[in-house]
C-alpha cells in the first residue's frame, strides 16, 4: 500500500518553455505532499510544501512562480517549472504522507528527470 | 542554498560482511528518524525508522542505532548483498502535529557490493 506515482520518468524540454510534473497518491488520500529536487551526487532538498486546497509553503529561497505548484484534489499534486532553463535541470521528486499516521515515513515516487536544452 | 561540488562518501564492502553506514543529525529537537535507500534513477525507498524514545530498533537484515547524545544515527546492514548496492541517505524530523512533518535529509552515503 501507501503507492506514489510520479509522470513523465523523464522529460526534455527546450529553454524558456515550461514542463508539468505530476505527482499522485495511488491508494490513500494525501492532504499533504512534498516536492524535492536532487542534483547529481547529491541529497535530496526540500523546495514545497503542497496543501490540498491551499497554497503551497515554499521553502526559503524557492521561487513561488517559477515553481508552481498545485494540489487541487486529495490525490493530485503538480509542480509546473515555468520558463525553464538549463539550470533547472534535475531529478523532481514528490512525497506523500498517509494522514492520520503520525510516524508513518513519507512515500516517495520515483522521481521526473528534467532535462533542459 | 545548496551544496556545490560534493561527491558523495562511498562504503565498499564484501558481499556476506555486514555494513555501518552513519550518519549526524544536526537538530538536537528531532525526535523520529528514518533510513531511506535510494537506487540509480528512482525515488528513496523506506528502510527503517527510530524514535528519539529507542536507541536501538531491528529489522530484517536492518538495525538503526540512535545516540542523541552526539546526534548520531547509524544503519547496520547484515550479509551485504549486491542488491544492497544503492545511496543510502538519514533524515530527520520533529513529529509535532498531524500532517505535514518535513524530513532534513543528511548527504548520503553509497555502498558498494563487492562480488
Known amino acids: 500500500g501507501a503507492v506514489v506515482s510520479q509522470h513523465p520518468s523523464w522529460v526534455i524540454c527546450k529553454s524558456g518553455t515550461s514542463v508539468k510534473i505530476e505527482c499522485r497518491s495511488l491508494?490513500?488520500?494525501?492532504?499533504?505532499m512534498f516536492w524535492y529536487r536532487q542534483f547529481p551526487k547529491q541529497s535530496l532538498m526540500l523546495m514545497a510544501t503542497?496543501?490540498?486546497?491551499?497554497?503551497?509553503?515554499?521553502e526559503q529561497g524557492v521561487e513561488k512562480d517559477k515553481f508552481l505548484i498545485n494540489h487541487a484534489s486529495l490525490t493530485l499534486s503538480t509542480l509546473t517549472v515555468t520558463s525553464a532553463h538549463p539550470e533547472d535541470s534535475s531529478f523532481y521528486i514528490c512525497s506523500a504522507e498517509v494522514p492520520g499516521h503520525l510516524n508513518s515515513p513519507l512515500h516517495f515516487g520515483n522521481g521526473t528527470r528534467l532535462t533542459v536544452t | 542554498g545548496e551544496s556545490v561540488g560534493l561527491h558523495l562518501p562511498t562504503l565498499s564492502v564484501q558481499e556476506g560482511d555486514n555494513s555501518i553506514i552513519n550518519c549526524a543529525y544536526s537538530n538536537s529537537a528531532s525526535d523520529y528518524f528514518i533510513w531511506y535507500k535510494q537506487e540509480s534513477g528512482k525515488g528513496p525507498q523506506f528502510i527503517i525508522d527510530i524514535r528519539s524514545n529507542m536507541d536501538k530498533r531491528q529489522g530484517q537484515r536492518v538495525t538503526v542505532l540512535l545516540n542523541k547524545t552526539v546526534k548520531h544515527l547509524s544503519l547496520q546492514i547484515a550479509a551485504t548483498q549486491p542488491g544492497d548496492s544503492a545511496v543510502y541517505f538519514c533524515a530527520e524530523t520533529i513529529m509535532i502535529k498531524a500532517a505535514g512533518n518535513k524530513l532534513t535529509f543528511g548527504g548520503g552515503t553509497r555502498v558498494l557490493v563487492k562480488p
Open positions: 491508494d490513500f488520500q494525501a492532504t499533504t
Open positions: 503542497s496543501n490540498e486546497g491551499s497554497k503551497a509553503t515554499y
